[in-house]
């Protein structure tokens, strides 16, 4: 089939591989003048089954934008009148047997893209940054008390994990301050840190050798159905974000017998016109990204602290910090109160591990949106239109999630049962 991918993003680039692995005809549009520009440029590197348990909060929580409080989901504006409903929506889902059957899929999704993850690395021989095993961090009783949910969770799904005593603790990953409150940990085993870029950059040069086209600086303007419901035509035309850029291809318009859609925040406005409403809302993280200035004072893997949710994570000669879930951010507006407490979270358990200022101090603050859905589970599958395949919605876990949904997709698209149930990502259940 000849097939295009809308987003290169690190979900898009891995599905544009799977679909070319098959054999497919597969073009790339991305509005970016390259792979992983956007959300997946500089995100958490955790993509470990188990990180986005509920190691703190049983439910969700709404924290308004005059609260001091840094966990939850943190509204940096009052929402407007069209967003209560989704808000609403979200706080349902975290609610009960709910939370616990989405959960659920998820972790089931993340352990078979972890897997794949491994296998695609392994087999292609892929260069990016990568470390094995991760602590989730507990600094009182209580917050070991509150994971009681989310350890239950891990043994009903079969995910290896042990709890340690801090002693424990701190042979895995000798650098933890000892002067920061440590109550305990929970280890997480196998891969848990990996750079999302570098494997998006790697995964594009192998999608490429099987044949995939790339069309960068390029945005899809609609997608429109063809009478006889045989493909789908795309009008394509130049993305003008950087006036010191050339314009891309001059408007046009290409045929395809199917379009997948991984166009993260922007495939709520392409997929409308099509009657498919889709509930995405933008929600921000935040990282930041420093070289090692010493090496015994820096994590040998990963860690999260539970109570923040922020995660350490080491890749290379660098240190990764992310954490922070805001909603109604302006675009290319930092939050100073995230990025304060992700400093003071690397400061807690890893002081002297990266230069903060100075001469030789380098600091990369980024934040990105995440396209989330209200419930969790993303989108993966056709929907009623059956040339239109969704691939989207993974929230914070579009990198834990990237590979495992590529292989999932393109098992869909030809027809063949997939290797993990994922009946809970279908489209249906929104009536797409």
Known sequence: MKVAVIGAGVVGTATAYELSRDGHEVHVFERRS??????SFASGALVAPGWTAPWSQPERRLRMPWSSSMDG???????RIGEWRWLWRWLQAGHGSRQVSYHMQGHQLMRYSQERLLALTEERGLDHDRSQGMLVLWRTAREADEARPAL????ELGIAHSEMSPEQARALEPALHPETPLHGAVELKGDAAANCREFALAIRAQAQQLGCR??????????QLRGDATGVTLQLGPHKQHSDRPAGPPSDTQTFDAVVVCAGVASAGLLQPLGLRVPLQAVHSHSLSAAVREPLDAPISAVLDARHGVSIARLGQRIRVAGGREFGTVPGQHSKATLRQLYDVLTDWFPGSVRLGGPRGSI?????????LPDGPPLLGATRHSRVWLNLG?????WSMACGSARVLADQ???????IDVSGCSPQRYGL
Request: glycine share 8%; net charge negative; no cysteine.
């Open 34 to 39: 390259t792979v992983a520009e956007e959300a």
């Open 73 to 79: 989901l943190q509204l940096a504006r009052l929402p």
């Open 152 to 155: 239950q969770q891990m043994k």
């Open 214 to 223: 790339f069309a960068f600086d390029t945005s899809v303007q609609t997608i």
């Open 364 to 372: 990369q603050e980024w934040h990105g949106a995440q396209a989330t």
């Open 394 to 398: 993974h929230g914070p876990a579009g």
């Open 413 to 419: 698209l030809a027809g063949r049962d997939t290797d």
